[in-house]
C-alpha cells in the first residue's frame, strides 16, 4: 500500500500496457541517439570532405571559365530542377512511359518510394493522394495475407517434423503401442493423449523467425549477385540496396533497372527479375518484422517483471482481488493456471488448448486455431468498431484484449494475439 499511495512509483499504479508502452518509448528513444551518435560519427568526415572538395572544384572552374558566382550558382539550381524531373549525365530509362510509370507505381503501393521518379504536375500529384491511399491499403493486406499463409506453410512443415519425432518416442513392443515411461497396458489411453497433444501443438516463435531470417537471407544473397552483374555494384553495395528495398525504407541513392538498355540483351529478363526479387524480398522482410515484434514484445514483458520484483507499483495491489484477472503474461506452474473465459476471439481458439497441453517454451498458433481465427474475423472486427464508437474499450485485464504488439484485427489480429500470448513469457 505504500506505493500505491505515494511510494517510488507515485501516487497512481501504472497499467501493465501503459508500462509496456512507455519502456518502448524509452527503448527506442535511446536507441535513436545511439544510431545518430554511430551514424555521425561515421559519416560526418566523409561529409566534410565531400563539401571542401566541391568547393575547390567550384572555385577552380569559376576561374577558369572567368564565371562569377552567382551565374555558375543559377545554372546549378536549373540543373537541380532536371534532375528532379529525371534529367541525368548519363542516359537512364524513359521516366514516364508504361513500364516507367508501371515501376513507378509499384514503388508507391509497396510504400518503398525511392525518391528517383515524382510526379511534376498538380493533377499528377493529387491523383497520387488518391491512388496511394488506396493502393498501399490493398498492398498492406497482401503482405499480411502473404504473412498467413507463410505462417501456414512453417507451421505445416514443423508440425510434420514435429510428428516425426514424436513416433519415434513409441517403441512397438509385442505388437502394442508402448509410450516412453507407460507399459501396454495405458498404449490405448498414450495414444488418445499423443493425439491430443499433436492438436493443440504449436511451432516455436523462435523457429519461425529463424526460418524467416534464412528465406530473407537467401533472397537477398541471390539478388545481391543478380544486382552487382548487371549493375556493376559491389557486392556490399547491392546487398546494402536488398536491405533498403526490401523493409521499403527507399533512400533512392541507389535503385535498379534505370538504364536504357542493359549488356547481353538481358534487359527484359532482368527487369522481370528485379521485379521478383523485390516482391519476394519485401514480403520475407516484412513477415520477418512482424516476428521480430513479437521477440521485442517478450524482451519488453521480461523487463516488466524485473522491475516488478523491487517495486510493485505497476499493479493496484499484492493481494487478491475479487475482479482482477491474472496476468496473462505471468509465468506460473501448470497446476496454477487457470482456463480463460471464452470470448468471441478465442472461442474456437481456446478448445484445442488443455493445461497439459501449454507449453512454457516460445510457441505459436496452432493449425486448429490459425483455421479457426478465420471463421470469427468478421465478429471481432465489428465487436472492436463498436466498442471504440460507444468509448468503452475492452478492459486491460480481460482475456481478450489485445496484448502488446498485437494490433490488428480479423485473422492476422487473432495470429498475432496467439503469437504474443504462446510466447516465453506466457
Not at 572567368?66 to 524513359?94: M, Q, T
Request: charge should be positive.
Amino acid at each position: 500500500m505504500a506505493c500505491r499511495s505515494g511510494g517510488c512509483c507515485g501516487s497512481t499504479p501504472i497499467n501493465e500496457d501503459n508500462a509496456r508502452f512507455l519502456l518502448l518509448a524509452l527503448f527506442i528513444i535511446i536507441y535513436l541517439l545511439c544510431g545518430a551518435a554511430v551514424f555521425s560519427a561515421l559519416e560526418q568526415p566523409m561529409e566534410r570532405e565531400a563539401k571542401e572538395r566541391w568547393a575547390q572544384r567550384f572555385e577552380i572552374f569559376r576561374q577558369k571559365y572567368n564565371l562569377s558566382k552567382k551565374e555558375l550558382n543559377n545554372f546549378l539550381r536549373s540543373y537541380e530542377e532536371a534532375n528532379v524531373a529525371g534529367i541525368r549525365v548519363d542516359a537512364i530509362r524513359p521516366r514516364w512511359d508504361f513500364t516507367g510509370a508501371f515501376y513507378f507505381v509499384g514503388t508507391v503501393v509497396s510504400t518503398i518510394g525511392f525518391g528517383m521518379t515524382t510526379p511534376a504536375t498538380i493533377p499528377g500529384k493529387v491523383f497520387l493522394m488518391f491512388y496511394g491511399l488506396l493502393g498501399c491499403a490493398a498492398t498492406i493486406l497482401f503482405f499480411n495475407l502473404f504473412l498467413e499463409r507463410v505462417i501456414t506453410v512453417i507451421a505445416v512443415v514443423l508440425k510434420s517434423c514435429h510428428e516425426r519425432r514424436h513416433n519415434k518416442a513409441i517403441l512397438p513392443q509385442n505388437g502394442q503401442q508402448v509410450h516412453q515411461g507407460g507399459g501396454p497396458s495405458d498404449a490405448a489411453g498414450s495414444r488418445g493423449g499423443n493425439r491430443g497433444d499433436l492438436a493443440g501443438w504449436k511451432p516455436s516463435v523462435y523457429c519461425v523467425m529463424l526460418i524467416l531470417g534464412v528465406a530473407a537471407i537467401l533472397v537477398s544473397c541471390c539478388a545481391s549477385l543478380m544486382y552487382s552483374a548487371t549493375e556493376g555494384w559491389g557486392y556490399l553495395d547491392s546487398l546494402y540496396f536488398c536491405f533498403v528495398a526490401f523493409s521499403t525504407i527507399g533512400f533512392g541513392d541507389m535503385v535498379s533497372s534505370q538504364r536504357v538498355a542493359y549488356e547481353g540483351h538481358v534487359t527484359a529478363a532482368y527487369r522481370i527479375g528485379n521485379f521478383f526479387f523485390i516482391l519476394t524480398g519485401v514480403c520475407c522482410i516484412y513477415s520477418l518484422f512482424n516476428v521480430i515484434s513479437i521477440v521485442i514484445k517478450q524482451v519488453l514483458n521480461w523487463l516488466l517483471r524485473r522491475l516488478e520484483a523491487p517495486c510493485r507499483c505497476f499493479f493496484p495491489s499484492r493481494g487478491h482481488h475479487p475482479h482482477r484477472h491474472p496476468r496473462r503474461n505471468v509465468v506460473a506452474p501448470g497446476h496454477l493456471r487457470t482456463r480463460r473465459d471464452p470470448s468471441i476471439e478465442t472461442d474456437a481458439v481456446n478448445d484445442s488448448e488443455t493445461d497439459n497441453g501449454r507449453r512454457m517454451s516460445g510457441e505459436m498458433i496452432s493449425m486448429r486455431d490459425f483455421l479457426a481465427a478465420n471463421k470469427v474475423n468478421l465478429a471481432i472486427m465489428q465487436k472492436q468498431l463498436s466498442e471504440m464508437a460507444i468509448g468503452h474499450p475492452r478492459q486491460s485485464g480481460s482475456s481478450s484484449r489485445h496484448n502488446g504488439f498485437s494490433g490488428g484485427v480479423g485473422a492476422l489480429g487473432i495470429m498475432n494475439n496467439r503469437l504474443a500470448e504462446t510466447s516465453v513469457d506466457r
